[in-house]
């Protein structure tokens, strides 16, 4: 691995995060980088591997650690503590990126794009067109897949100008109808059924930390709440398990109603009551029902954070 380039995205990698990763490793191929290398920080979920056996695509190869040195370059993602091992002693070459910068620096310059669009991939799609590199059918669809996981169809409150043009004309590269492709896609990641409680509450769980104080915002997406309420029991007890390992202050596992556009939130550990000051609601059973709350970058996570 001395002379490649590593790219990935962050650990529990969502459909961003890969594809973003392998559309980055090809338009930078497209521009004469021939030892770029997508990489993933984890298991791929269900969602994504709609996307990928949609391609005929594998997935690509598992990384846990760097080596100091190591050259980077990060999508979908910059806080170290969502990063791969190692990543504080990397050498960083570049961030694609559509968060918060937080618990993020480095020793050497860097190229640093970030802009608030609702996903990685439309940031890359913009990329594309300005240097007039053409899209083809692959990253088209790799695209397309990410911005409508990210925005749930367009229907997250992240969703920007930007994302909707870029779909748009993703979509017709890959061929794809977007209601259709969109819907197949979103339903592929919402079967749970074979996943255990640790699994679950670990599928797209972000770890955070505020001046110490740790805490992580879980997101499980669904098309029935109340079926994932069945487990209400078991998961608050592998919630409780994270927290004792971890350390954690806070737990919140959103499950997420992809159709409707709601969240039943699920909230434990001390801070628990952070929940009841940041929506103004109380907790009942440990639960609260946010309605038209779907997106954690946007809606969970500034008023979180604010009140911890
Ligand atoms: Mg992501
Ligand atoms: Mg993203
Ligand atoms: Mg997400």
């Avoid at 990397?90 to 910068?101: G, M, P, S, T, Y």
């Amino acid at each position: 691995m001395e002379n490649e380039v590593l790219i990935f995205g962050h650990k529990n990698p969502d459909t961003d995060s890969i594809c973003s990763s392998l559309v980055k490793e090809i338009l930078n191929k497209k521009q004469g980088c021939k030892n770029c290398k997508a990489f993933r920080l984890g298991e791929i979920n269900k969602e994504t591997k709609y996307a990928l056996d949609y391609l005929g695509l594998k997935a690509p190869e598992l990384i846990e650690s760097v080596e100091e040195g190591q050259e980077v370059i990060m999508v979908d993602h910059n806080e170290f503590n969502q990063s791969v091992q190692g990543i504080e002693n990397a050498k960083i070459l570049e961030v694609v990126d559509h968060h918060r910068i937080s618990n993020f620096e480095t020793s050497e310059p860097l190229y640093y794009t970030a802009k608030p669009f609702g996903c990685t991939s439309t940031i890359l799609y913009e990329e594309f067109v300005e240097k007039n590199i053409e899209i083809e059918k692959t990253e088209a669809v790799l695209m397309a897949s990410a911005i409508i996981s990210d925005t749930l169809l367009l229907k997250s409150p992240t969703t920007t100008e930007h994302d909707i043009k870029a779909l748009n004309e993703l979509a017709k590269i890959a061929g794809i109808d977007i209601q259709k492709y969109g819907l197949d896609l979103l339903k592929a990641g919402t079967d749970l059924d074979d996943f255990s409680e640790e699994q679950l509450i670990n599928l797209d769980a972000k770890s955070l930390d505020k001046n110490g104080v740790k805490f992580v915002i879980a997101q499980v997406n669904t098309v029935s709440i109340d079926d994932v309420l069945k487990r209400q029991e078991k998961l608050e007890n592998a919630i409780n398990n994270t927290i004792k390992e971890k350390g954690l202050s806070l737990f919140v596992l959103a499950i997420t109603d992809i159709l409707n556009s709601n969240s039943e939130i699920i909230a434990l550990g001390e801070k628990a009551n952070v929940i009841e000051k940041a929506f103004g609601k109380k907790l009942e059973n440990n639960r609260v029902f946010l309605e038209g709350v779907v997106s954690r970058k946007k809606q969970l996570l500034p008023p979180i954070d604010k009140n911890i």
